[in-house]
């Protein structure tokens, strides 16, 4: 299954939106009803973090900022209003088949 | 706390092997499914291997089937990826990660850089 992201580089201003598209070749639903996308951050020099899961779920810790949306084969990360610390690359990823996969990742950083 | 500490990497020589460890901590262990996934520059994040609680289901990409072997001893909190017959293309930072629920990870090690040469 491929995962194709855009943009691949997203410069944004402090304060201001941003939004990542992520496409899979394949619907990501399952017959147990639920889709089995996520989104995880890496910021510079550290491990990926999951911020996302099932493509709406905020994992504990993750400021409400950041949301996920979509269906199928179609999905969201936005975030609100940039800080200086979301500077990374964010990777969506499907877990309905195997092998799991990445989307390439999308470069945030600020103007 | 729940860590996972990746151990193993270093420099071989194509056609060599190793075996990479992942000691886990702060849950238990023995009921989550786990995962070796790795990074490279080029290539982004490729999943490598999952391993299912208990041991008997295992799954792997196709580019390392049959070449390398993950395992868990639950006994010693510990998770394992054999590689053998390695290729520069599997140069990589290796990633142990911890499954929290179906088609997901959550918890990821800080990595471990392997590294063989032609």
């Known amino acids: 299954v491929v995962m194709t992201q855009s943009p691949i580089s997203l410069p944004v201003t402090l304060g201001q939106p941003a939004s990542i598209s992520c496409r899979s070749s394949h619907g990501l639903v399952h017959s147990d009803g639920n889709t089995y996308l996520n989104w995880f951050q890496q910021r510079p020099g550290q491990s990926p973090r999951r911020l996302i899961y099932k493509v709406s779920n905020r994992d504990s810790g993750v400021p409400d900022r950041f949301s996920g949306s979509g269906s199928g084969t179609d999905f969201t990360l936005k975030i609100t209003r940039v800080e200086a610390e979301d500077v990374g690359v964010y990777y969506c990823?499907?877990?309905?088949?195997?092998?799991?996969?990445f989307g390439q990742g999308t470069k945030v950083e600020i103007k | 706390e729940v860590q996972v500490v990746e151990s193993g990497g270093g420099l071989v020589q194509s056609g060599g092997s190793r075996r990479l460890s992942c000691v886990a901590s702060g849950f238990k262990f023995s009921t989550y499914w786990m995962s070796w996934v790795r990074q490279t520059p080029g290539e982004g994040l490729e999943w490598v291997a999952n391993?299912?609680?208990?041991?008997?289901?295992?799954y792997y990409v196709d580019s390392v089937e049959g070449r390398f072997t993950i395992s868990r001893d639950d006994a010693k909190n510990s998770l394992y990826l054999e590689m053998n017959s390695l290729r520069p293309e599997d140069t990589a930072v290796y990633y142990c990660a911890r499954s929290d629920q179906k088609g997901s990870v959550d918890y990821w090690g800080q990595g471990t850089l392997v590294t063989v040469s032609s």
């Open positions: 990823m499907q877990g309905l088949y195997w092998p799991w996969t």
């Open positions: 391993i299912g609680a208990g041991g008997s289901d295992k």
